[in-house]
């Protein structure tokens, strides 16, 4: 899978232990930055994931600040994009189950590595739902009575 991946400066160091996990389960990743630890803009990085995402250039992106509230926040903001914050394995799967989210954001300050790889693993591999669900996805964007 073709996955797109950034941080600020208070995910640079969780980023730099998701990317090879990433490459060691055969995915091609590309790394928007940030490349260090100086302080950087967060939305930035959140654009350049999502506009990859929008052009079809990636599947997924996994984006980590601080908290990983602001990435969530700025990322969200664009059409086509679902981006959930998660902090354990059990969001990260009913993200994928229920909200088929292309975006897995994370809190580089909030969680560990273990438990940060193990929620990315999940999130690769749990399929979404359908069903319901795609009826509720769709009127997130559209009128009720076009959802069907
Ligand atoms: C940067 O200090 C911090 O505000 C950022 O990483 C993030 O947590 C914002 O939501």
Partial sequence: MKIAIGSDHGGFELKEIVKPLLEELGHEVQDVGCYSLDSVDYPKQAKEVVSLIRAGKAERGI???????????????????????????????MSRRHNDS?????????????????????????????GRHSRRLCQIDKAEEECS
Avoid: Q
């Avoid at 908290?67 to 059409?79: D, E, F, K, L, V």
């Avoid at 809190?107 to 749990?126: F, H, Q």
């Fill in 102 to 130: 292309n975006i897995l954001c994370m809190g580089g300050r909030v969680i560990g590595p273990g438990l940060a790889l193990e929620m990315v693993k999940v999130w690769l591999t749990t399929p979404f739902d359908g």
């Fill in 63 to 93: 984006l980590i600040c601080g908290t990983g509230i602001g990435m969530s926040i700025a990322a969200n903001r664009y059409p086509g994009i679902r981006a959930t914050l998660c902090h354990e394995p059990f969001t990260a799967e």
